[in-house]
């Protein structure tokens, strides 16, 4: 091998040495020697004519290969170019879909997370993370069952086997959130399977709803009178005082926050009031109603509390509503002096935190 590669090393410089071998000799002989028979020196003049043809085809190659390896140069250096260029538009076009896919997970009203299979979570949103009240790093790379609770690990862990074999599970269930509300969950466990078909982890899809939602609202919606007449037909106190009937009550989702305040401060809200009736009769003059809330939609449909509540529980926007509540009450109870009756009306945990509320009590009282 050693030869092969040193006879390859040499060939190339071979006719040149060749050449001047016998251009020496032949100068030799026409000014020192001149004993070189002329047959003999024919023939070295034929050698040296050949070997230089031989010479000048191998520089020609050469000149030919080095162009040949100059254009393919300048097309892997062109080709580098747009693949630089390429790259760098991807890995913009990667960090913006990210972004946006980010922004999309953070602030769809949907819990989504990722667990590998040993039920280590490697991805969560933020209702995810409200929905146990932790930090980012709290979930993190942990096992489900170290920073959740046994109810919501239950049903996981019983799907397990079903969800690694590659199974799509749907389920729904009902479970209390860390504030006492119960929602109702639509889970959906979605398997993520590698390019050998082997699941390596799996989506989990929890989008609450509250357990109300889900109740029978047949209940008497009556207007807020002095003598409220239960066989008439349900009104809801609207403020331009507009009828509609119960049947075009509806409940969507896709609520956001921005959709919350702009109907806190829009006043896109109807109020109810709700007798309520001891089980031993009395007599007594004083008749007492708790309040209830319905939120617009569009083509004059209501939406019940569970639709909406939750989500302004998770906006932290329940202070700014009860605050509506009350001012809507508190005028209607001033434009109806004479009415005999008691309301009662359902105030939230953050409400009751703020302790610039019971100031604003006063005031509307005062008003």
């Not at 001149?34 to 070997?51: D, G, Q, R, Y």
């Not at 760098?88 to 990210?98: D, V």
């Not at 989500?311 to 004479?338: E, G, Y």
């Amino acid at each position: 091998m050693q030869k092969i590669s040193l006879l390859s090393n040499v060939k190339p410089y071979l006719a040149i040495c060749i050449a001047l071998i016998l251009a020496i000799v032949l100068i030799a002989d026409t000014y020192f020697i001149n004993e070189i028979p002329s047959h003999l020196l024919a023939a070295f003049w034929f050698s040296l004519v050949f070997a230089i043809l031989i010479a000048m085809i191998q520089v020609a190659g050469a000149e030919k290969n080095i162009k040949n390896f100059y254009d393919q140069l300048q097309v892997s250096k062109e080709r580098l170019g747009n693949e630089i260029k390429h790259r760098l538009w991807a890995e913009k076009t990667a960090s913006e879909s990210k972004i946006k896919s980010q922004f999309v997970d953070e602030n769809m009203p949907v819990m989504l997370a990722y667990f590998n299979s040993d039920l280590r979570c490697r991805y969560h949103n933020r209702i995810f993370r409200r929905w146990f009240g932790l930090k980012p790093d709290q979930i993190d790379g942990r096992l489900l069952k170290e920073f959740s609770n046994e109810e919501f690990f239950s049903d996981i862990q019983n799907s397990i086997e079903e969800i690694l074999a590659g199974k799509t599970v749907h389920n729904e269930r009902v479970l209390k959130s860390t504030k006492g509300f119960p929602y109702i969950f639509t889970e959906q466990y979605l398997p993520h399977l590698d390019s050998k078909g082997k699941t390596v982890g799996f989506y989990t899809l929890h989008t609450p709803r509250a357990q109300e939602k889900n109740r029978d609202f047949s209940k008497k919606k009556l207007e807020i009178s002095a003598k409220p007449e239960p066989e008439k037909p349900n009104k809801i106190l609207t403020k331009d005082n507009t009828n509609l009937p119960p049947s075009t009550q509806a409940s969507k989702s896709g609520i956001t926050a921005a959709r919350i305040t702009q109907a806190i401060e829009g006043g896109e809200f109807n109020l109810y009031c709700q007798e309520i009736t001891p089980i031993k009769s009395t007599i007594t003059s004083v008749s007492h109603y708790e309040i209830l809330i319905r939120m617009h939609e569009e083509e004059n449909n209501l939406m019940p509390p569970g639709s909406f509540l939750p989500l302004v529980d998770q906006f932290k926007m329940m202070p700014k509503l009860d605050r509506w509540i009350i001012n809507h009450v508190a005028k209607w109870l001033s434009a109806h002096p004479k009415s005999n009756s008691v309301f009662y009306i359902n105030v939230a945990k953050d409400t009751l935190s703020d302790r610039a509320f019971p100031g604003f009590i006063q005031d509307q009282l005062q008003k």
